[in-house]
């Protein structure tokens, strides 16, 4: 009796499997205004429940073919990081912890509220995308809508050290960014 009780649970992880798979890579190549297109450097996911639930995922773009932290952390080269939403939250069940926090990194005071204040209604297949291009500085969109513009190179270096720095927001998702 137990054994078919499973097989409910085992069925509902294959399909969710088989529906990420369909979208297994972000887009090899990101148009950013100004820079042209950029190739993906590295990506990964943040999951929990062991897999079981996708969260968003994560993309770093720059020239090149492998990630590399110093011209990554170069302002004479353009860089972009692009964040998908593949969660969609039930309102009746809520999450465990407040994932959307997680996708600011510590800035001022006034910085943070504002970036929360964006990504409050994030749901999935919304995408966050963060570019930096030299002489133009840098650009916090959520699907189309600007919501920073002409930043210094600092905000971008803030948001890499925030997924690749010392203390990253996650340990696991900085070891996929490095090993893609």
Not at 49 to 72: F, P, T
Not at 79 to 99: G, H, N, Q, Y
Not at 139 to 149: E, G, I, L, Q
Not at 153 to 179: A, C, N, Y
Request: charged fraction near 25%.
């Amino acid at each position: 009796m137990i054994r078919f009780a499973a097989y409910p649970l085992l069925i509902a992880l294959c399909v969710s499997a088989l529906l990420r798979a369909e979208g297994e890579f972000p887009p090899s190549e990101l148009m950013v205004e100004g820079a042209g297109r950029l190739p993906t450097a590295a990506h990964a996911r943040r999951t929990h429940l062991l897999g079981a639930i996708e969260i968003y995922s994560i993309a770093v773009y720059v020239d090149g073919s492998m990630l590399d932290l110093a011209r990554l952390a170069s302002p004479d080269v353009a860089k972009a990081l692009r964040i998908e939403i593949a969660f969609e939250e039930d309102p009746r069940r809520p999450f465990p912890f407040d994932w959307r926090r997680e996708l600011v990194p510590t800035v001022d005071a006034a910085g943070t509220a504002h970036l929360l204040g964006s990504f409050a209604p994030l749901r999935r297949s919304d995408v966050i995308s963060i570019e930096y291009v030299p002489g133009r500085g840098t650009s916090v969109r959520v699907n189309k809508a600007v919501v920073v513009s002409a930043a210094h190179h600092d905000l971008m270096l803030t948001f890499l050290d925030h997924w690749l720095g010392q203390r990253p927001v996650s340990e696991e998702i900085k070891k996929s960014l490095l090993g893609s």
